[in-house]
């Protein structure tokens, strides 16, 4: 653990509420995930809550965040009630999205939480479209745009910082480097391994952050949010960290050994946080335990919540297709059936 | 009313919409200092600066994406891919984020974007620079998709694109940049989406042109007036969504016989699709069935020779509207 000294207490306690939190979602959305209760794609981001409440800490809340398919823990960090982000994995009206994107395409807008994005690397070029908007109005609004190791391959990844720097838009970019693309280690998708330097060529330098330690990721995040707003200089942070589950629930893990999983797991951002906010004495054991019962009744909530809300109903199918006007007078009207009565149709 | 280039009536509108609103902007490659590889955005840098007129390097998928994210949070993008031959390469912003991204966040959000791209046929610039794809964002549900072939349906359809709050691929044609016609001067003059406009007259058959292939079929008509005597009704869709299917099918109902007439491939075509509505709809009121008339099924060669038989031409669309009177229309001309 670096030795960056600790916040004030109860930001220290509202971090450790944060990370235990998502730890208790995510293992919950599992298991929910093996009763069928949840479909798709489930890609969990247990051993990644320091990188994900470390960064977010960092932010405004008038900033612009935005993630990729990984992305529960950075709804909750951003402050949307877990019953509802509960309730997009279960595909019901209450969800964050109506039951419309499910796990890998969260968004609440209120809280400037701009998605959940299930395209490996689709998502930088929209940071940068909320760059610009931010540069064009005048605000001082930034930007932080997560993504993993294998997203930086991508030609959306040099396109972005590309036109990020030459534009001097306030984005940082966050490779959340977790060792692996799927099965793909580091070693064997990247040419370079060192991620922060890879902006360096297309003007936006490099950080690196200890993405097992929230204090750092914090602090490295603030550092890089503080030169994209003031400096109008985009900032490429990579944030070293190591998910503990495998990369969605179908994942056997044949391609690392439990060995290595074991040894990333003493440095559990979960357990060494709270570990040093003990020995400091911000808390005591009493307190840890009854952080945790308190996310486990959230999540036990969550669940009751998103059980209790309805399905969609069918007739909202077409809904949110089409903004409607004058113009887009019905789906209908842009759909293939024209906008009459159809053969077959009844008067109502 | 005055007369002027189709490249001109585009020019037109922009600078009225950039004068409208300031959250409109353009981007795109040689915009700005270079005035638009087809010359439609000339003059605009001097008039409205970079700031509003931005050059971009070329990198269309990240072009249109900072076009997507901008349009979530206020602004109003208009972008101009060189040609539709590179939004291939903009693919997935334009379909897994402009067009879906309302839908899949439960509508939170909408996406007020426009992509500008001229397309077509002609110049000789073989299979990666010719392509026709309207058919291929008619596929795509969450955009709108307009094909002006005129200098007034330019300004106006573009003008009702850029106001719209939905992600629209605006489609125009290389070969009709220079074309002149007759544009309204009034700034608040703009067409609807969804209302397709009638050419011309007629009660023998309908022939439905999309794209510059409105104006082939105007020119086939003509002659199927004058050499056999068959008076079609030429319509032009001007947007493929929305589809103005009603006017499609009422003058069905009166012709009978139908003929479309598009640039791009047969399979999967806007001909395709729409012989498909108007025989759902419409069956019992055909007395033949729809004919299509399409670019041919191969890549685009580059040879003058080839590359003209490769489109269609008022000859395919003569052929293929006589063959739907079979002998009977032929044997009362002979
Ligand atoms: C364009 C694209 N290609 C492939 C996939 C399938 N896919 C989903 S996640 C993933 C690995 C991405 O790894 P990384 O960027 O390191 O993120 P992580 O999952 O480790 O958080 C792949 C290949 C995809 N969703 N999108
Ligand atoms: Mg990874």
Redesign the pocket.
Known sequence: MADRPLPPPETAIDWLKSMTLIRRFEERAGEQYTRAKVGGFL?LAIGEEATIVGAVAALRPTDYMIA???SHGQALARGSEPGRVMAELFGRVDGLCRGRGGSMHMFDLERRFMGGF?????NLPLAAGFGLTSDYLGSDDATLCQ??????N?GTFGETLNLAALWSLPVVFMV?N?Q???GTSLERHSAQTDLQVKGEGFGVPGLECDGMDVIDTWAVTAEALRIAREERQPVLVEALNY?FRG?SIADPEDYRSAEEVLEWSKRDPLVTFADRLIAEGVINEAQREAIDLEAIATVDEAVAFADASPEPDPSSLYDDVYVLSDQVRGWYSADHRGAGLQKGEELA | MAEMRYREALNQALAEELERDPNVYLMGQDISVFGGAFKVTEGLMDRFGEKRIRDTPISENTIVGIGVGSAMTGLRPVIELMTINFSLLAL?QIINHAAHIRYMFGGQVSVPLVVRMPQGAGHQLGPTHSHSFEALYLHVPGLLVAVPSTAADAKGLLKTAIRDDNPVIFIEHETLYGQRGEVPDDPDFTVPFGLAAIRREGNDVTIIGISRMAQTAERAAEQLAAEHGIEAEVIDPRTLRPLDLDTILESVAKTNRCVIVEEGWPHGGVGANLAALIQEQGFDDLDAPVGRVTGVDAPMPYAKSLEQIAFPHEEQVIDATLALFGDRKRASRG
């Open positions: 890609h990729t398919y990984r299930g395209i490996v690397g689709g993504f993993g190791d294998g997203a930086s991508q959340t977790n692996f693309g799927m998910r990369h | 997935d």
